[in-house]
Each structure stands twice: as C-alpha cells, then as structure tokens.
C-alpha cells in the first residue's frame, strides 16, 4: 500500500513521525536543541537527512522548509522553517556548519513502498 503525501508540511511531518522521527529541533547561537529531552547539538553531532520545500497553496510566497534530523544519540526529528527573507536565520547558519559527509540523501528505496517519495517531489 502506498502512502500519498499531500503537499502540505503536516503531512511531512506526520509520516516521518510514524516512522520515528518524533523530535523538534529548534536552533539558536550556533548549536540546535531537541526540544522534547532538552539535549542541544553541535553541528557535527547531527546527520542532516533530508530537506523539503513548500510553497503556501494560496499564497507562493508562503514558503517554508522542513528539514529531517538524526542526532548522534539516535534521537531523530525534525526542524521546520520560514524559507527566504522570513527564514530562521539560527538554524540556516547551524546548518551551514553539518560537515559535508554528515548531509545525505534520505533512502526512499528503503522505505518504497511505506513511502512514495517520488509522489511529492
């Protein structure tokens, strides 16, 4: 059975929830917070996984990004942000400084057919 994401950030959000990605991160000088066990991350400690972009349905300038987090505790979630002017300019500059090898792509083969990637993008 194949799971149909509408293109709304819930609905993102909600689906990497099933498959465990329960946390919220929330950025601020220089490190970024779990904010369900209060644990906070420097950039290396953390594995950007993926990253989605939204534009408002009624309004295109309404644009905001939600990305997918794993910590070097296992802990994953996600962070979602304003996307342009309106952006948090905390987490841009904390994810600025992931290393390089510590940002991948998520493995949607892994997950086909729990969840259709290639329905959203």
């Known amino acids: 059975m194949e799971y149909k994401f509408a293109k ?4 993102y959000i909600r689906k990497f929830e099933e498959l465990g990605y329960t946390a919220s991160y ?3 000088e220089g490190r970024i917070q779990n904010l369900e066990n209060k644990q ?11 990253e989605f972009r939204f534009e408002g ?3 295109p300038s ?11 505790d ?4 996600t962070a979602l942000s304003a996307y342009g002017p309106q952006a948090d300019g905390n987490l841009a500059w904390f994810l600025k400084k ?12 892994k997950l086909t ?8 993008n």
């Open 8 to 11: 709304h950030e819930i609905d």
């Open 57 to 59: 349905m009624s309004n």
């Open 74 to 77: 296992g802990t994953k979630g």
């Open 98 to 109: 992931v290393p390089k090898e510590n940002m991948c792509q998520f493995d949607k083969q």
């Open 113 to 120: 057919p729990e969840l259709d990637m290639e329905s959203v």
């Open 26 to 28: 929330k950025a601020e």
């Open 40 to 50: 906070w991350y420097k950039p290396e400690d953390i594995r950007l996984v993926e």
């Open 62 to 72: 309404d644009m905001s990004i939600l990305y997918i987090i794993e910590a070097v």
